[in-house]
């Protein structure tokens, strides 16, 4: 059965016992079934997933958006490529853990660009929790954690292979080429070496009406350099370099839709990096993993030609120990970010600076041979410091701004699985987490470009957010059968904005709420898989009595009025089918459906007197249909094929930003490409 949605999602929660009947049929899914390796997830469960090689593969994954398309409660805003925000559950992907192979991927550059970039055909595995989940998710873990994980070379190697290599062409008539090349193989009978190189030449796509999207042309080069292997019979190292590179003419802002006419800046954002992973299986008392990183992110352009740096290092250092029916992961972690930015010539340069120190334990127990239980406990300490120049590029004198927030939080989780029958699982969670004030982007930090008058500055009496969320599931699994039913609420409190008092103070602005549902069913019917998806979520913001001149209950939240929070999106379905008719041929057929939906939108514009009264935002609804076929010519030679949105919709993606052009003539987010041809060529030598 493919892996798809449900069995990422069953991995996570069934007991050590209940696993292994699970995942019979599952041929395809790698997963050990020992109780030493799977006493997992319980906590935060509700949309776990794993996306691998082989799903990226099919469907020629260009972005992140290709990448968690087939999930209804994941989604990815914004169709050009630097612009791509994640949202889980309707948070935006700053309230995530994301790492890739263990590197933590912080802050953003620039609000109106993502933070999140990766090669999908880079990639092994995805692993999504949805959620505040266990403590062994790392810092700031509010709304999930995602974690990508690389190839390495005994990923690409087949049996008995030394060396090897793979060449790839592809072709998308909207409208891009991509070239990359591969090389692998053994230093010795226990190391590996895999190199790799790709470039993307994109011009600007069009829409589903054939329309130009001005600002989605780019160039893309990326190269990752990494050898692994065992340093003894129970020690494993890998080492890791990834350079990326992203050439364009944007607009000021990349996530809004570019008018014909509109004026373009050439920019430039670049990323470097470096990743050790060491793992030492001594006994069942003492199994060492520890993670070492450093990111240096930078993006310049815009119509200031401003240059913003953040340096980003930091480790995980844990161990597992396991002793008859328990298992306890516990360990530290430490991640520092800094954040520079000014104008690109260098006359004046602001910072942040931004550190966590973690400590976490996370134990699991059979408590019955039908009942696990998992619990932890993690302690967190936030330290924050800001120092902000306004320099005389208006004619203002020089002024020195500066913070310094010292916070600590110690957040639970408690959940359990437990198997009512041979068939049916219960899942019940209950966890939280705390963030504090993170640094900033360098747009946000760059007060000269705020012509003296609004710099950013943290107010006073900020506090962490801590977040609250709890979660049932019953699930179904027999024969070629799987069905998930889910509900979550989550209650963020003293959620850290900036906005309201002068339009550039950091404050503590409400609580924000968030439930849904969520069902997956997944079946195999001779050489078909069928697989059906959907979730439903609600998310708004309960603002502080004192926060706007206005008084609201709530507010629904929004992409452009709430920027780097989250965004309200329709109920969505996910369907489809698999069909393998041979060993070497498969073609597979996608269909998402998202509901339309109303929301009263433009609060703070209400109360800063930029408009006289609420406007109700409409997000149309939208079907979109996507088709694939792969095709093993021979061992060595594959070709895919995909069609991308087969019947050529126009629609604006409901996690980018709304159209708002009825009130602000330029706001508006950019409509998604339309029918997308994709061609690939690979070669194996």
Known sequence: MKTRVMIGAMCTLASASALTSTLAYADTTEVETTAAVEKISVVGAATNLSITAEDIEQYQASDLADIFRYSPSISVGGSVGVAQKIY???????????????????????????RVTIDPDLLQQIDVQAGAGEATSGPGAIGGSIRFKTKDAQDMLKPEEQFGGRVKANYFSND??????????????????????????????????????????????????KVSGDISENQFLSLSVEQRDEKGAFSARPNWAVQEGDALYASEAERDTYVANYRFAYSALVNIEATAYQTDSSFRGGRFDWLAEIDTYGFDLRNTSETGLHKFVYGVDYRNDEVTSGPAQGAVENAEEGSVLGIYVQGYSDITPQLLLSYGVRYDDYDFQQNILVDEYYGEPVTDVAAS???????????????????????????????????????????????????????????????????????????????????????????????????????????????GIEFDVAYRWNEVDLFLGFSTADTELKPRDDLYNVSYSSIDINGYEFVGLGNS??????AGADYDISPDVSVGLSVAKVDSIDIDTLHQAVDLAWTDSLYRLNKPSYTTVDIYAKWHVTNNLMLNLAVSNLFDKLYIDHSSVGDYSEVFATVIGPYEAGRDIRLSVSYDF
């Not at 130009?212 to 190269?223: K, L, P, R, V």
């Open 176 to 225: 891009a080429t991509r070239y990359s090349g591969s090389l692998y193989g053994k230093l010795s009978d226990s190391w590996g070496v895999l190199g790799y190189y790709s470039t993307i030449d994109r011009d600007n796509m069009e829409d589903g009406n054939g329309d130009e999207i001005y600002g989605t042309a780019a160039d893309q080069d990326m190269a990752f350099l």
């Open 405 to 515: 927030i010292d916070d600590s939080e110690l957040s639970f989780n408690v959940g359990l699985a437990y198997e009512l029958s041979q068939h049916w699982t219960l899942g019940l969670g209950f966890a939280q987490a705390a963030r504090g004030k993170q640094i900033g982007d360098g747009f946000t930090i760059d007060g000269y470009l705020y012509d003296g008058s609004d710099i950013p500055v943290v107010a006073e009496d900020l506090v962490p957010e801590t977040v609250e969320n709890i979660e049932a599931s019953i699930e179904y699994s027999a024969n070629n059968l799987n069905a998930k039913l889910s509900v979550y609420r989550s209650s963020l409190d003293d959620v850290i904005f900036e906005g309201y008092e002068g339009n550039a103070v950091f404050n503590n602005i409400g609580t924000l709420d968030t439930s």
């Open 88 to 114: 889980i559950r309707g948070l935006e992907d700053a309230f995530l853990n994301v790492t890739v192979d263990g590197a933590q991927q912080t802050s953003t550059l620039f609000h109106h660009i993502g």
């Open 569 to 574: 999106r329709g109920d969505t379905w996910v």
